[in-house]
């Protein structure tokens, strides 16, 4: 059973349509006690990071999500719920909550530090994109040909501090984290539940997993 983390900041309606497509069990919850009986969770999100972690705090999924990290059990993150597991964004200077150490940080700011050309691409990224496959890549990934395409929109990019973490990147500019895992987390920078079949395909790795 799949719990859906439903706290007001999050891209909770095409995921739950995603699973409902693929007849998989699920629950979506604004209550985290809702949501301890099931055996993986999908923490989605879309929106500013500070916003997130406010309701986050108030809901208590700040705390159940990292004593579900503790307890072994498998967290996908997509989105904005990709970059919030980690220790702090530079959106709005913000602490997030700590489950992999690294720091997010915007487009702006990284392009300047690269020489990337001023102009050259927009923010946020939005569209598909492919992927190049790193670090022996992720079995959420199983059965998707390396270069599939994928969407994203996104305007901050997520820098852990361990690079073997990241299990695919893409290039918009600089080469942008796509995927990290670390033990039983795994987060999408970009949409599964929007990236048409090739994103279904993750889904139902990570129901099956």
């Known amino acids: 059973m799949v719990g859906i983390i439903d706290y007001n900041a999050g891209n909770v309606t095409s995921v739950e349509r995603a699973l409902a497509y693929l007849d998989a069990p699920y629950i979506m919850s604004k209550e985290p006690e809702k949501l301890m009986n099931c055996d993986r969770l999908l923490f989605p999100g879309v ?3 500070a916003y997130a972690m406010e309701q986050l705090k108030k809901t208590g999924f700040d705390l159940f999500i990292k004593e579900w990290v503790k307890s072994g059990k498998k967290l996908m993150g997509i989105c904005l719920g990709s970059q919030i597991i980690f220790d702090w964004s530079e959106e709005g200077d913000t602490p997030c909550l700590g489950l992999i150490p690294g720091k997010i940080r915007s487009f702006s700011s990284l392009w300047k530090e690269a020489g990337v050309k001023e102009g050259l691409y927009k ?8 992927l190049t496959y790193l670090n022996g890549s992720s079995s959420l990934l199983s059965g998707i040909p390396e270069h599939s395409d994928f969407y994203f929109v996104h305007s901050y990019v997520i820098c852990p501090d361990d690079k073997s973490v ?7 500019g ?3 984290p796509a995927c990290v895992e670390k033990d039983n987390i795994t987060a999408f920078q970009f949409h599964p539940e929007k990236s048409g079949e090739k994103g279904l395909q993750i889904l139902r790795n990570f129901v099956k997993e």
């Open 123 to 130: 923010s946020p990224q939005i569209g598909y994109n492919d």
């Open 47 to 49: 929106g500013e990071a």
């Open 166 to 172: 990241i299990k695919a990147v893409t290039d918009y």
């Open 174 to 176: 600089i080469q942008v």
